[in-house]
């Protein structure tokens, strides 16, 4: 088992930047790829960007290209979200997961329990 623990989400106002973190523990060994989803009020889920396990390789959703940056650090069993110019948009419980190489949410087995980032006009 693995579990996520998601820290850093706020309000703020549109144009401001906010850093998320994920906290990983139990049998995290680095070996997973870990991504960031969101979800607004009456919408799916929706991936944000991933990450290898070895930090190499990045993919990131078009909404967020340019302005998010996803990082990890595996001696400390993290990962993180930079976010910059954020926008109202962008407004959404954010979940960190750990799992497979992939974009959909079904290929990844261990979630967090979600932070709230609200953007403000």
């Known amino acids: 088992q693995v579990q996520l623990v998601e820290t850093g989400g706020g309000l703020v106002q549109a144009g401001d930047s906010l850093k998320l973190s994920c906290a990983s523990s139990?049998?995290?060994?680095?070996?997973?790829?870990k991504a960031w989803f969101r979800q607004a009020p009456g919408k799916e889920r929706e991936f944000v960007a991933r990450?290898?396990?070895?930090?190499?390789?990045?993919r990131y959703s078009d909404s967020v290209m340019g302005r998010f940056t996803i990082s990890r650090d595996n001696a400390k069993n993290s990962v993180f979200l930079q976010m910059n110019s954020l926008k109202p948009d962008d407004t959404a419980v954010y979940y960190c997961?750990?799992?497979?190489?992939?974009?959909?949410?079904?290929?990844?087995?261990?979630w967090g329990q979600g932070t709230q980032v609200t953007v403000s006009s």
């Open positions: 997961a750990a799992g497979t190489w992939s974009r959909a949410a079904k290929d990844f087995k261990y």
């Open positions: 139990g049998r995290d060994f680095g070996d997973f790829t």
């Open positions: 990450i290898s396990p070895n930090g190499s390789t990045l």
